[in-house]
């Protein structure tokens, strides 16, 4: 069971809007820790897609935002593309009286349909 | 920024393995350096983090006492020292770079494939 909860999967037609939820607790995104993204093509190694709750690196398109409230994150993706089919997780950081570590996501399967 | 990993290795289950990392591209000292783990078909799973500059290191409570994250700054590597492996330690291991513990891991290594059987 992940800190941090993502739904298994989502899917969404060529052209469409997808979000992908994060959902964490007061001792992770609750605590003010920042959110960030990543996206993983089949076979392929993790790239940061959104970095700080919001910010997006340089290559990353404009379709791909971000945003934290509280206790939970979402990935927004607009205009689909057949190329956003891939794994998506989240990551954060969480602090108990006994350690801090970071933390990820279970991830999210986005199929394009 | 490059991050070279360590080849494949194929191990018995009560085994122990080890794992380099190797920087390049920038100041090894001055960055974090994560392990990251992803068992086949599954998601990704943080195991620890180590500052080289100053050996600060944190594990995760679920691999805590199995894992070792050390550096030698004189060759700008890292290492991940996982004993007593079983067949559920058949994963992909990743070495990540980190400018922060909480910040966004930036650069991610090739992976080193691990089976153990």
């Known amino acids: 069971q992940s800190v941090l909860t993502q739904p298994p999967s989502v899917s969404g037609a060529p052209g469409q809007r997808v979000t992908i939820s994060c959902t964490g607790s007061s001792s992770n995104l609750g605590a003010g820790y920042d959110v960030h993204w990543y996206q993983q093509l089949p076979g392929k190694v993790p790239t940061l897609l959104i970095d700080s709750n919001n910010g997006r690196p340089s290559g990353v398109p404009d379709r791909f935002s971000g945003s934290k409230s509280g206790t939970s994150a979402s990935l927004a993706i607009t205009g689909l593309q057949a190329e956003d089919e891939a794994d998506y997780y989240c990551?954060?950081?969480?602090?108990?009286?006994?350690?801090?570590?970071?933390?990820f996501g279970g991830g999210t399967k986005l199929t394009v349909l | 920024v490059q991050l070279v990993q360590s080849g494949a290795e194929v191990k018995m289950p009560g085994d122990s393995l080890k794992i380099s990392c190797q920087g390049s591209?920038?100041?090894?000292?001055?960055?974090?350096i994560g392990w990251v783990r992803q068992m086949p078909g599954k998601g990704l799973e943080w195991m620890g983090i180590?500052?080289?500059?100053?050996?600060?290191?944190r594990y995760s409570p679920s691999f805590q006492g199995q894992v070792t994250i050390s550096a030698d700054k004189s060759i700008n590597t890292a290492y991940m020292y996982l004993s007593s492996l079983k067949a559920s330690d058949t994963a992909m291991y990743f070495c990540?770079?980190?400018?922060?513990?909480?910040?966004?891991?930036?650069?991610w290594g090739q992976g080193s494939l691990v089976t153990v059987s």
């Open positions: 990551q954060s950081y969480d602090t108990t009286v006994r350690a801090s570590f970071v933390v």
């Open positions: 180590l500052h080289p500059g100053d050996s600060d290191t």
């Open positions: 990540v770079r980190q400018g922060w513990p909480w910040g966004p891991v930036d650069y």
């Open positions: 591209g920038y100041t090894f000292n001055n960055f974090w």
